[in-house]
């Protein structure tokens, strides 16, 4: 296992300068495993547990979060007017540069991923590489034989073409389920308002292999396991 230099490792963290943390290091404020450590130069391994101030050190690379967005808040890290969806991070998950992968209007709910993880995020959105988003959509009026043939099809709304997308009627006439490739801005409303329906209600359910999970309460968020990581990611395919 590779051995790096502690001032490094918590420089590294992007909160504080080298020179901070080579002060928190000769206060005596750093802990490896339990032991204070006073020299900067101090090799550590990547198992090595980490504290400062009494308050544990997160040395994981990246971040993933599953957000439950509750209607009226907006899918950005930073807004004048609205309540953002990184704003409802919690205290102890906050970290540097989180940012929602792909956004939800402000008028839809449901499953936000929120992750510091640009690769990652470009890997799930681009359509190339085919990671399905669910949706479940509530219409103003019933679901027609007609519109899941245009979906299927591949619509082209106003100057954007769609790709295939597949619309599957539930057992409320005004109700289906969405699945799309692609996020293209008001997708989902355009493509209905091309057939001439509103849509009165949108919450997104899944993306790729991982479902929304139903424990999350609107505005709640939680960690994702390495697991449920990947299983966003199954099904992809290579760019
Ligand atoms: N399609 C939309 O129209 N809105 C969303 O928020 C997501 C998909």
């Excluded at 219409?139 to 007609?146: A, I, V």
């Excluded at 490739?181 to 009165?200: D, K, L, P, S, W």
Aim: hydrophobic share 35%; charged share 35%; glycine share 8%.
């Amino acid at each position: 296992m590779e051995q790096q230099r502690l001032d490094k490792v918590l420089a590294g963290q992007g909160t504080s300068s080298r020179r901070e943390v080579k002060e928190w290091i000769r206060k005596g404020l750093v802990k490896v495993n339990g032991q204070v450590v006073r020299a900067a130069d101090a090799k550590i391994l990547p198992t090595d547990r980490l504290e400062v101030n009494g308050r544990p050190v997160d040395r994981r690379e990246h971040l993933y979060l599953m957000l439950n967005k509750p209607l009226g808040v907006v899918s950005a890290s930073r807004d004048d007017r609205d309540t953002t969806v990184v704003e409802l991070v919690p205290e102890e998950l906050r970290r540097k540069n989180l940012f929602p992968a792909g956004r939800l209007d402000k008028d839809t709910s449901g499953f936000v991923l929120i992750t510091d993880d640009g690769a990652f995020a470009h890997d799930i959105l681009s359509p190339r590489r085919h990671v399905e988003k669910e949706y479940l959509v509530r219409l103003d009026r019933p679901l027609t034989q007609e519109m899941v043939r245009r979906f299927a099809e591949g619509m082209t709304i106003g100057e954007d073409k769609c790709r295939p997308a597949r619309l599957l009627p539930e057992a409320d006439p005004l109700e289906g389920r969405v699945i799309l490739q692609e996020g293209m801005y008001h997708q989902i409303r355009r493509m209905f308002a091309a057939c001439g329906a509103t849509v009165t209600a949108l919450k997104r359910i899944r993306m790729g292999g991982l479902p929304l999970d139903p424990t999350l309460r609107p505005g709640e968020c939680r960690e994702l396991t390495p697991g449920e990581v990947e299983q966003i990611k199954a099904g992809r395919r290579p760019e």
